[in-house]
């Protein structure tokens, strides 16, 4: 496998897949896969609280999602970028006040009980609104979740809600768990929690605390004929070493979220019966952004945020630092979201001498040590790869007479310094693009964020014009006219830099080859799994 | 008999300032590291809002002075009680009690190994102060010593993990394998073969040289000159003579060693994915869970306590002369 190609994606998500199902014989399903057989996966975090209906995100999805089933999930193929789960249909209303899902019939909870429309409301009510990180968001204006029948929820929004936005966010905000379960305990500490009972293909069995997690068939899930497997083992293996030589020794079959560092890709997709796969994580790309405190006064003049972008190789970001594996960025919205993405913004190519020039024009002209005026930096720890550009950056901005000094930190001494003392300069940041910018993404630039919020705007800037396209967005109930304001935010974010966008990636799943159905939805690592097959 | 009691007595009342002085200690360093709980457990789900960091801080008992938590934590150890993990949502004294074994298994096996293989082959080398064999010896501890841990773990499970496949590369036992009794224990046995010997070897060069480093000494004097005079065999002399002085440091560097262990553990554990003592330091640490922490340090230090409180028994049994003249209590 070469390298990811973002237009390929661009392509399926555009709904080209017949096509692609030629191009790229990985996603022609293999309908007759056969069934049965045990898939150890590798898995490097063990959530405290397993339940996706209270943590929406990536490290509980990975095993949760096996279990618990959203209302709908991702897919490449189908219309609005959704495949149905819990759901069947989804309808909204035209003022934006109420959303309606039929839910499908028959469905049945791990431990017998039947799943019902009153599942979705309490889930809806209980869970989602008022403790879930994203869904506290997302259904911040929900009133009321009508159930008419067993078959039917109808969300009740106090004001108008864009069906867009809550279309987008279903596969991240929609885990559906037991009312029976939950109802009359107290939901934060409730031991469903960890032992999840769900209705998805997989029933959680096991957990044994730093080894792993293992997940057996649902023989009464609703899908004929799924799941393929048996059982999923999530193998807990901490060191960056171990995923790569599990895989080499076939101790394990798949590792996603690249456990098999960059670095080592190269050499693991020279052993015979190991397939390195980039696509599966369209849905959940991660944006290499550079966070500005514009309480500084030299970088509060746009002259010199103009100067910083034009001094960042962004081809060299992506060669060297992701090894190919990533996509230059052009703005705060990813090409993989091919439903807002705007090219058509202001673009800064790699040019030091303009750099040089718009500094010495913002009045900061180098001083007898070829030096302007310096920074403190500070690199995100959380991935090789952010670290890895505070160093480039450090240099890159040496060029152009600025001296950046690198603050390595943890994660949590890195988290408290730049979203709650912020003390920083420069940030070096990977928040998540969720699906729609108004999940994760406007937050970054959007004003009067309290401080101690993280993956926020806490660089002090603000936009009298971007708040209020954002705050437009929120209620724009239509559609087209939605997405032209999110094209108006990208442009506009470009243009004034309250951060710099630089790359985009997605992660890398590798696996051996009698593994079949890998990477066939855009958050296939977080989905279900339930076509997942094992050739023996 | 006697004599051990009050040293036993006289050790127990000595650890009650040393393991106070522990807990400040880790709660102090611990709270001067910037970030708490709530920062690490938001970025862990990445994200959330300002009234979910302040309900969790509330709930964590984040919102109360230094003072008040160094107090609660430090009142209720002393009832015995270890507290609560928050990035776990665990008892500390589960989580600890579930962890504890495998390290105890994987240290005890190490330290067994490398301090007889150290001693034994110590004795070898300081037999004959500068032979061939010494200096052959002394050359391969050398290099071992040098050796990172984690390099050596890593390289031993590439060889004979992914390239022989004569042994698993990581993990305690065969994940969900169902296995009881003998096959359990065999199959725990296999798959710390790796880890240990990476412990093992390392410390086991430090066991040799400081044996090798003894003998050298002793053979230096008066009493192995009588020896030989008195026309003693050189088996005898070396081993009842010259070897049994130089035991005696051998035995305080295990006391030391049993310490150090315990930090070199945290690298083998998380390159061989052993649920251990050392692993889960490491979670604590990140995950700023000072009562988890602190649990982990103080059950440590009860440990180390423990462990050189045995050593000066044997010492006691080895040399007559210490705790001879301890001073009645």
Redesign the interface.
Known sequence: MSIASLSRRTLFQAGAALLASTALPRFARAQNAPSGGRL?VAAD?E???LNPAI??????FFIASKVVEPLAEASFESKDGLSPRLATSWEGSADGRSVTFKLREGVKWHDGKPFTSADVAFSALNIWKPLQ?LG??VFANLETVDTPDEATAIFRFSKPTPVQLIRNALPVVSSVVPKHVYEGTDIATNPANTKLIGTGPFKFA?Y?????Y?LTKNENYWSEGEPKLD?V?F?????R??AG??L??E?IQLAAFSAVPLTDLDRISKVPGIKIISEGYEALTYQLVVEINHRRKELSDIKVRQAIAHAINRKFVVDTIFLGYAAASTGPVPKNAPEFYDADVPTYDFDVAKANALLDEAGYSKGANGTRFSLKLRPAP?FNETRQFGDYLRQALAAIGIDAQLFN?????????VY??HDFDLAVAPP?FRGDPAI?TTILVQSG????????NQGGYGSKELDGIIAKAAETVDTPARTELYKQFQRIVAADLPLINVAEWGFITVARDTVLNVSNNPRWAVSNWADTALHS | MNRVLRLIRRRAISSIPVLLIVVVLTFLLLES?????V??Y?????????T??QALRQAYGLDQSMFARLWLYASSLARLDLGWSV????PVFD?IL??LPNTLLLMGSATVLSFGLGSTLGIVAGAKPESLGDRALSTVSLVLYAIPSFWLG?VL??IF??QL?WL?????ET??SDKTGLARVTDIAWHLVLPVSALTLIYMALFLRVMRAGMAEAWTMDFVLFARSKGLSRTRIVLRHVARNALLPLVTMLGLQSAAMLGGSVVIE???????FG??AQEAV???DAPLLMGIIVVSAVLVIGVNLVIDIIYAALDPRIGASEPRA
């Open positions: 150890i975090s959530p405290k609280n943590v929406a995100s990536n490290g509980v990180n506290r968001l096991e044994k605390p730093g080894e792993y293992r059982e083992i193998r807990v293996l901490p060191d070493a171990g030589a599990a080499e020794a101790e959380y930190a943890d994660s949590a001494a890195h988290q408290k310094a709650t003392d998540v994760s964020i309290p401080a101690g919020v993280p993956f926020s | 590291a910037s970030g708490d709980a920062d690490a938001l970025l862990s789900i990445g994200g959330g809002d300002a979910v960091a990035a776990f949502g665990r989580l579930e962890r890593l499970s590439i993990a992914v496949r698993p590369t990581s993990g305690i994940i969900a998380s390159i061989f994915a052993i649920p251990g692993r889960l990140s995950g700023r």
